[in-house]
């Protein structure tokens, strides 16, 4: 009997499963694991706190959901290669940047409204460049009721009258300028220039749009200066703080236009905080990106957005190409549900 019983020693086995088989890639690939794993906790950190920071942390941030996706890598293959501790801390840290960036994808629920649904298009026209009789021709297949343009130039207005805006958008108030500095809005419902101050670099027009069942909004053809160092970092950070809040007794106000910034940026959440929700991502399509377009490579970020008043329920969100801009053309569509 003593001479058929063999030991686990005997037989030379692991004592457990993982024992004797040397981890794929050793210490350096743990170490290197370990350094994205911090990663994704710094980018869980910079989310966090509420603030945008210097000009690579504003860079950082427009990744988010980049990150996200990058994390979710990370656990697969970490799990792969049997690093279980950098594993865990990672899911727990990228379930962080999900609960951030997930619900954009998803339809959020929509207050009850009656009124005019209204169809506003925004377009940065890329210091006059984008297509003319691609702009109109859009505007017409839409059925748009406004439109908000930045970057609107003497010759990009010349263009589009002379592509026929004026049949579709007859109502005009535009403030041309020379390379990024114009902004204009059109209607096909009357409007009245709206004056309110704002310490912008590009002048941003601003209209009363006087809409059927007597009913009212303001829109603003919104152009935030892009935080191209730490010296425009602060300015786009003041500019973003400078747009206008929701006033009891105005007409619902709609901020469009070309922000230079994404939903994970603190200064552009403020507006949500103010009284305004991202029409993207209340029609689900909040992780649409519009910009850059026309290069090798995808549009990698959502930075044009329609900001709505609260009060006014959001149906669809869509965006479009349009050729001679890097910018795409979003369309909001919502419920013009109260005057103030």
């Avoid at 009997?1 to 794929?24: H, I, N, Q, W």
Wanted: hydrophobic residues 50%; proline residues 9%; neutral net charge.
């Amino acid at each position: 009997m003593a001479s058929t019983v063999r030991t686990r020693a005997s037989r030379r086995l692991p004592a457990y499963p993982d024992e004797g088989r040397r981890k794929v890639g050793g210490a350096p690939l743990t170490f290197l694991l370990s350094l994205l794993a911090a990663a994704v906790i710094a980018m869980v950190a910079l989310r966090l706190l509420g603030i945008d920071g210097d000009h690579v942390m504003v860079v950082l941030l427009a990744g988010t959901p980049y990150a996200a996706g990058g994390g979710a890598l990370l656990v697969l293959f970490a799990m792969l290669v049997r690093r279980w501790a950098v594993a865990v801390v990672a899911l727990a840290f990228t379930v962080c940047l999900f609960a951030a960036v997930a619900p954009r994808a998803f339809t959020a629920p929509r207050p009850l409204g009656v009124g005019p649904a209204v169809r506003l298009l925004s377009l940065d026209l890329a210091q006059g460049r984008a297509d003319a009789a691609t702009v109109v021709a859009l505007i017409r297949a839409q059925h748009i009721d406004v439109v908000a343009f930045q970057e609107l130039t003497p010759q990009s207005v010349a263009a589009l009258a002379a592509a026929g805006l004026a049949a579709e958008l007859p109502n005009q108030i535009f403030q041309p300028g020379d390379g990024p500095t114009g902004s204009g809005i059109a209607s096909r419902y009357p409007l009245a220039p709206v004056q309110i101050e704002t310490p912008t670099t590009f002048p941003q027009a601003t209209a009363q749009v006087s809409l059927p069942q007597n009913r009212a909004i303001q829109v603003q053809s919104v152009h935030v200066r892009p935080p191209t160092d730490d010296n425009t970092t602060d300015t786009w950070k003041r500019e973003l703080d400078a747009l206008p809040d929701i006033v009891d007794g105005a007409p619902p106000m709609v901020l469009a236009g070309d922000y230079n910034a994404t939903i994970d940026h603190a200064g552009l959440r403020a507006q949500m905080i103010s009284g305004f929700v991202d029409a993207a991502s209340q029609a689900g399509q909040g992780l649409l990106p519009t910009w850059p377009t026309g290069g090798r490579l995808p549009p990698l970020l959502p930075i044009d957005h329609v900001l709505v008043d609260k009060r006014c329920p959001v149906d669809t969100f869509a965006a479009f190409d349009v050729p001679g801009t890097d910018h795409r053309a979003v369309l909001a569509q919502f419920v013009a549900t109260v005057n103030g």
